[in-house]
């Protein structure tokens, strides 16, 4: 019976251990979105700050997640959805058309995925806990 227990808490350092690495190599994209973004010789103007500002507000609830789990993982699904929409109606004010849910994509899904995987970590735990 140990050894079954013994194994569901190695998966669940397993996916914890995911998340976390998934984290660090999503933020640290962004991050480096980010830093081009400012330092860029053409400011961010209008929409394009809302997403910056957003996409900044996951990144750091994407963190906090790695303390608080299931709080930060819900905090980080709620950014995603809010970056993707910002992402969205920004790039249908830049005239992409038909191409404007890409960038929806590009930036809402990685940290949905993140903000969910936090998720469940945080419920894992919770059930772990009151075993």
Same mark, same amino acid.
């Given at each position: 019976?140990?050894?079954?227990?013994?194994?569901?808490?190695?998966?669940?350092?397993?996916?914890?251990?995911?998340?976390?690495?998934?984290?660090?190599?999503?933020?640290?994209?962004?991050? @480096?979105?980010?830093?081009?973004?400012?330092?860029?010789?053409?400011?961010?103007?209008?929409?394009?700050?809302?997403?910056?500002? @957003?996409?900044?507000?996951?990144?750091?609830?994407?963190?906090?997640?790695?303390?608080?789990?299931?709080?930060?993982?819900?905090?980080?699904?709620?950014?995603?959805?809010?970056?993707?929409?910002?992402?969205?109606?920004?790039?249908?004010?830049?005239?992409?058309?038909?191409?404007?849910?890409?960038?929806?994509?590009?930036?809402?899904?990685?940290?949905?995925?993140?903000?969910?995987?936090?998720?469940?970590?945080?419920?894992?735990?919770?059930?772990?806990?009151?075993?």
């Amino acid at each position: 019976m140990n050894n079954t227990r013994d194994i569901l808490t190695n998966k669940g350092i397993d996916l914890r251990l995911m998340t976390r690495l998934l984290s660090l190599v999503i933020n640290s994209v962004f991050l @480096l979105i980010l830093c081009l973004a400012f330092t860029n010789e053409d400011k961010p103007q209008g929409p394009a700050i809302t997403v910056l500002v @957003l996409l900044s507000l996951t990144m750091a609830g994407s963190f906090a997640a790695w303390r608080w789990e299931k709080a930060g993982g819900a905090v980080v699904i709620v950014g995603a959805l809010g970056t993707g929409v910002a992402a969205y109606s920004a790039s249908l004010k830049f005239g992409l058309g038909s191409q404007s849910f890409v960038p929806a994509l590009i930036y809402g899904v990685p940290f949905l995925v993140i903000g969910i995987l936090f998720w469940l970590c945080g419920h894992r735990a919770m059930d772990s806990s009151a075993e």
